[in-house]
């Protein structure tokens, strides 16, 4: 798979785990206030799912830049995101 294929791939593959994360987000806003356990879970998944969605994006704008001027470094930040 060459660099542009992977970019194709990888911004849908954002887009569906924002759309995830919206449908988690809008669940957990109909929990009972009663059920801590259960909002407690939520929480951890909406934490989850948005440092997923957060790595994604940054691949795949990484790879556009990439792909466009291929001496393009990562910038420091990025690295402590394992991206």
Do not use: C, T, W
Not at 10 to 18: E, I
Not at 19 to 48: F, G, M, T
């Amino acid at each position: 798979m060459d660099e542009r294929e992977s970019i194709v791939l990888s911004y849908p593959h954002a887009f569906r785990l924002l759309l995830h994360l919206q449908n988690v987000i809008a669940a957990s806003k109909q929990v009972s206030a009663e059920d801590e356990l259960l909002k407690e879970v939520y929480r951890d998944s909406i934490v989850k799912k948005y440092e997923n969605f957060g790595r994604k994006a940054l691949e795949a704008v990484v790879a556009n830049f990439q792909s466009v001027r291929p001496g393009i470094e990562q910038p420091e930040g990025m690295l402590s995101l394992g991206v």
